[in-house]
């Protein structure tokens, strides 16, 4: 089981937009480079079906049917990542949700071309991250 990793864990996806424009390798160094350590990795497809499972949390926003349309849209990778306080330090690696706001540097501010497209997602709490990787993973293929 991944709980006793609380903490230590964040999950995150390589979207399609950036998956589309060639940036997994570029998006990947700049993760280990931050000190993460890849401990799960898939290359992967969501059905709507899928990706409507995913954003459950999402469902009455105005934006859900595109979401789920641009994140069905095409591959994605899937990564679950360890590091001291993953969640809070990857979610500073990534920038703002909305590329515009995102600060200079940041996957986003690099790679992402809006606030739907913005290459890359990272769990927003310790909780959502164990959820969110055995969503993905099944413990077999997480490497602790
Ligand atoms: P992320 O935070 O990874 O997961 C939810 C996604 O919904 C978010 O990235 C964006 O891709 C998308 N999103 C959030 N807010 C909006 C919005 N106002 N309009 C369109 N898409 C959005």
Same mark, same amino acid.
């Given at each position: 089981?991944?709980?006793?990793?609380?903490g230590?864990?964040?999950?995150?996806?390589?979207? &399609? @937009?950036?998956?589309?424009?060639?940036?997994?390798?570029? /998006?990947l160094y700049?993760?280990?480079?931050?000190?993460?350590? /890849?401990i799960? /990795?898939?290359?992967?497809?969501?059905?709507k *079906? $899928?990706?409507? *499972?995913?954003?459950?949390?999402?469902?009455?926003?105005?934006?859900?049917?595109?979401?789920v *349309?641009?994140?069905?849209? +095409? &591959? /994605?990778?899937?990564?679950?990542?360890?590091?001291?306080?993953?969640?809070? @330090?990857?979610?500073?690696?990534? +920038?703002?949700?909305?590329?515009?706001?995102?600060? !200079? +540097?940041?996957?986003?501010?690099?790679?992402?071309? $809006?606030?739907?497209?913005?290459?890359?997602? +990272? $769990?927003d709490?310790?909780?959502?991250?164990? !959820?969110e990787?055995?969503?993905?993973?099944?413990?077999?293929?997480?490497?602790?």
């Amino acid at each position: 089981m991944i709980d006793y990793m609380f903490g230590n864990i964040t999950l995150s996806i390589i979207k &399609p @937009d950036a998956v589309q424009k060639g940036y997994i390798f570029p /998006i990947l160094y700049k993760i280990g480079k931050a000190g993460f350590h /890849i401990i799960a /990795i898939k290359m992967t497809e969501l059905s709507k *079906k $899928s990706a409507t *499972k995913f954003y459950a949390e999402h469902k009455k926003k105005l934006f859900f049917e595109s979401l789920v *349309k641009f994140m069905s849209s +095409g &591959p /994605i990778v899937s990564v679950i990542l360890k590091k001291e306080n993953a969640v809070k @330090d990857f979610r500073i690696l990534i +920038g703002e949700t909305n590329p515009a706001h995102a600060k !200079k +540097g940041t996957i986003r501010n690099l790679y992402a071309t $809006s606030l739907e497209q913005n290459a890359i997602h +990272g $769990s927003d709490s310790n909780q959502n991250a164990i !959820k969110e990787c055995l969503f993905y993973f099944s413990n077999r293929e997480i490497f602790l």
